[in-house]
């Protein structure tokens, strides 16, 4: 009878035991589940970064067409970041354009702040400093025009040790921008864009990847009303000839 109670006892305490034992499994087979599917994941977005990175045509295709505007895009073998490009119209002056990129605050309706002119070397190269939220840009800009189309570009390249680094703000070292303006009739001009810049930071290269069409034909969207004052629009300059004019005498050359 001792032995049969002390039995019993015993198996009462391995009842009570055993639902304890089961949740502790499940909870160390959904671990090892959970850590699978982590490292699955992991996995594919490695091969799909890898994948993406050499990926590319390296030549210029249409995405998006709205309003007159065309943006393309432009993925090279090797980079992880898309160039942009965007052309659209809009009425203004050869030089009403090219005076109000060389004004310092005209950045300031496009949300940046500090924008400052750091020199000159004469009408065509103009070093500026800027901000945009944590990001501060130093940028030199080279301005010529083709004698024969009349074409007007602009090169906008970055510039980083014009200016030292400002405390808190990630300086951008990699940018090299084209706008190209081409005299078209009655008082219209053709804009062209083209974007190649590196964030850097924190933002996620797809992040910037398909924010960035949205700002190009936003500028392309407002740029004529943006010119439109008669500061920009009555401006001069000596490189600048209008296209029923005659060539100038010393042409300037791309670097």
Not at 51 to 71: A, H, M, T, V, Y
Not at 126 to 132: I, P, V
Not at 148 to 175: C, E, H, M, W
Not at 177 to 190: A, F, Q, S
């Amino acid at each position: 009878m001792k032995a049969t109670s002390a039995q019993t006892e015993t198996s009462g305490e391995k009842k009570t035991d055993s639902p304890a034992v089961k949740p502790k499994t499940w909870v160390r087979r959904l671990a090892k589940i959970l850590f699978r599917a982590s490292v699955s994941v992991v996995v594919l977005i490695f091969f799909a970064q890898l994948i993406w990175r050499f990926s590319g045509s390296n030549r210029w295709e249409l995405i998006q067409e709205k309003d007159g505007i065309k943006i393309y895009t432009l993925k090279a073998p090797g980079a992880d970041l898309l160039q942009f490009r965007a052309i659209g119209r809009i009425r203004s002056t050869l030089p009403g354009v090219v005076a109000w990129m060389a004004d310092p605050d005209a950045c300031i309706i496009q949300g940046c702040s500090e924008s400052i002119e750091l020199g000159r070397v004469g009408e065509q190269i103009q070093y500026n400093y800027f901000q945009y939220g944590q990001r501060d840009f130093v940028i030199e800009v080279y301005l010529y025009q083709n004698p024969d189309t009349k074409q007007v570009v602009v090169n906008v390249s970055a510039a980083p040790d014009k200016a030292p680094p400002r405390d808190g703000y990630f300086r951008i070292t990699n940018l090299n921008n084209k706008w190209r303006i081409t005299p078209l009739e009655n008082g219209m001009v053709e804009v062209e864009i083209e974007n190649n810049m590196d964030p850097g930071g924190f933002v996620p290269n797809f992040l910037y990847n398909m924010k960035r069409p949205d700002g190009m034909y936003e500028i392309l969207t407002n740029l004529e009303s943006w010119v439109s004052p008669d500061k920009y629009q009555n401006a001069k300059f000596e490189f600048i000839k209008e296209k029923n004019s005659a060539p100038p005498t010393q042409a300037s050359t791309a670097r």
